[in-house]
């Protein structure tokens, strides 16, 4: 199915409806080729496990980027989706 899949970078929507059927290499491609707004869009729209999926590869200045567009308890799940050796320097990036 994932072959199928025509990406649009006008379409949020239609990329969130494929979303489960793509690999993570795919997902990081088509989120990172959305226009900014979309991508936030989107990122707000996925799971703890699937951001941390997105922001995993990240320089932490952009890790922060994305974090702080999360609410309060969704940066705790965030957060706590990362590898517990890796919390601490994510939750640092909040007081940056």
Do not use: C, H, K, T
């Amino acid at each position: 199915m994932e072959e199928d899949f025509d990406f649009d970078p006008s379409s949020v929507s239609a990329l969130q409806a494929q979303w489960p059927e793509l690999d993570i290499e795919r997902r990081r491609e088509y989120f990172f080729r959305l226009p900014r707004p979309d991508a936030e869009e989107l990122f707000l729209s996925l799971s703890a496990d699937q951001q941390m999926e997105l922001a995993a590869f990240l320089l932490p200045n952009e890790i922060r980027s994305w974090v702080r567009l999360l609410e309060l308890d969704d940066a705790a799940d965030f957060i706590q989706q990362w590898p517990v050796e890796q919390r601490d320097r994510v939750l640092g990036l909040l007081d940056d």
